[in-house]
């Protein structure tokens, strides 16, 4: 299909169609973005929205088709050039330099100097003290990008795009791991900078956020445009429907509460730096046990602790009744637990390595032939795993880079079901991942409970702890503040426990 209005255009994709290997991702997609709009991209994983977008942004160049700006056609052969046309993209994984500074990486390749050709340093904190002021987001521009947390380091992605003054502004999943007061505050922005004539293509897997922000919406399935529609004549089901190509079900499986009290892991009084204050819980055999909180609340670092990726300070760890000592990942992994970092890029999946390759990354020894790699039974699991998970591959060898999120995030997931762990924390399990992919992410921990493994789902999303954990723990400043179950777990009652704002009554009665 294709969108032949031409109006007011300041970008049109012309017939594009893009292949990798032979294999077609892109079909004949022609798309015209008006000046001023903020124009919503949705599609499930591997539908090629993330194809679409490094195209425009010259990192990827069509295997057919073209390109225009305001009517005229242009080459967009690599980012820089796309820069200078004022195309600045906001990634969904990040782009920083971990060992540089906060302003550093604001400036990186736009550096401002004095005379002489000596970076102004002062200038550069300056500008961008006032930019994140200007967004709500209170970083110290003299931090390193090692040491922010994720929720942070997007703020930093979305500050140095718009450091470019750029005309055309691509957001590819930035809400992802914000609060609901800071996705206020970026829509807030984003409404301000359409207003200013600032064009934005908005990729998210939230429907509610399209209908909430954007003017239209274009829908990809399978990489064929399949419709681009005026917000306001739609609604999420339709989006949905549109995206999967048929009527959407429920999202989450049916909840199954253990009644049994076999307690697998009793965590008490865990302390580790100055973000997990003694913390206790405990997770029962075959739970689905959720996390919740505010960023920063303490979530994330409490299972890097028990996970033995932080050292721990005060407290103890009891697996199934025995104490025992966590220091490294190593000696969690042996003890029979595994965990799903919230950082798929970064500490999850090996880009360049194919699937087999990042499927038996811990597992390793498992495929060791008089000390070689036993290739065909690496393949062979794989393919295995390939199929359980639905996983949507051109080709078992080719490097993850080139996958979309949500199959990289199926792969990360089999890495971790093939350790055979008997407790698995996942860490923002679906960030960045489309609705229909979703449910089977929700599907398969549901299988994993019902196999006898025990779940932790830590998640900043309310509607999936809610949907799918029997009992919620909740967490502020690195605190546990409460523990919901059966009709108690509630957005609102999250939201007191994770604010602070319930009574001395209500923590009486959940801590």
């Known amino acids: 299909m294709k969108e032949n209005r031409n109006e007011s255009l300041i970008l049109q994709t012309r017939n594009i169609v893009k292949e990798f290997s032979g294999v077609r991702v892109l079909n004949d997609v022609t798309v015209g973005i008006r000046r001023g709009e903020i124009m919503g991209l949705i599609g499930e994983n591997g539908a090629g929205k993330s194809t679409l977008i490094k195209i425009i942004c010259g990192i990827y160049h069509p295997t057919l088709g073209s390109l225009a700006m305001n009517g005229s056609d242009v080459e967009i052969n690599d980012y820089i050039t796309a820069k200078r046309l004022g195309i600045a993209l906001v990634p969904q994984e990040f782009n920083l330099i971990n060992t540089l500074t906060v302003y550093e990486n604001m400036f990186l390749g736009n550096e401002m100097v004095v005379k002489g050709g000596l970076l102004d340093k002062r200038q550069m904190r300056e500008r961008a003290m006032v930019q994140l002021e200007e967004l709500g987001m209170p970083i110290d521009v003299n931090l390193r990008i090692s040491e922010l947390s994720v929720a942070e380091k997007q ?53 509610q956020e399209i209908v909430t922000i954007c003017d239209r919406v274009t829908v990809l399935r399978d990489g064929n445009l399949i419709t681009i529609d005026e917000v306001s004549q739609i609604n999420e089901h339709d989006i949905a429907r549109k995206m999967i190509g048929r009527d959407f079900q429920q999202v989450f499986p049916a909840k199954k509460i253990r009644s049994g009290d076999d307690v697998v892991l009793k965590v008490e009084h865990l302390s580790s730096g100055k973000m997990v204050k003694d913390v206790s819980f405990e997770l029962r055999k075959g739970e689905i046990l959720g996390f919740a909180g ?45 965990y799903l970092s919230e950082d798929r890029q970064g500490k999850g999946i090996v880009q360049d390595f194919d699937i087999p390759q990042n499927i038996t990354l811990i597992s390793l020894g498992e495929y060791l032939k008089r000390f070689l790699i036993d290739k065909r039974k690496e393949l062979e699991k794989s393919s295995r795993y390939v199929d359980k998970f639905n996983i949507v591959a051109a080709s078992m060898r080719m490097g993850l880079r080139y996958f979309s999120g949500g199959n990289q995030q199926k792969v ?28 089977e992410i929700y599907d398969f921990i549901h299988s994993l409970a019902e196999s006898g493994i025990s779940c932790i789902v830590i998640s900043s999303e309310m509607e999936e702890v809610m949907g799918l954990c029997s009992r919620v723990y909740v967490m502020r400043e690195g605190a546990v503040t409460g523990c919901l179950e059966g009709d108690r777990i509630s957005e609102e009652q999250i939201m007191f426990h994770a604010t602070g704002i319930h009574d001395t009554e209500l923590l009486g009665r959940d801590s």
């Open 412 to 439: 990360y997931l089999a890495r971790w079901v093939d350790t055979d762990p008997q407790i698995l924390i996942l860490d923002e399990p679906t960030r960045g991942i489309d609705v229909n992919a979703k449910r």
């Open 155 to 207: 703020h930093v992605e979305i500050s140095k795009a718009l450091l470019l003054d750029a005309g055309i502004l691509i957001m590819d999943e930035p809400t992802t791991t914000l609060t609901g007061h800071e996705i206020k505050t970026l829509f807030a922005l984003m409404r301000q900078l359409k207003e200013q004539g600032v064009t934005i293509i908005f990729v998210s897997h939230k429907l």
């Open 294 to 338: 505010l960023v920063g609340s303490g979530r994330t670092e409490t299972a890097e602790t028990v996970m033995g990726l932080r050292p721990v300070s005060h407290g103890s760890i009891t697996l199934a009744g025995k104490p025992v000592t966590i220091k490294t990942p190593r000696d969690a992994v042996s003890l029979g637990l595994g």
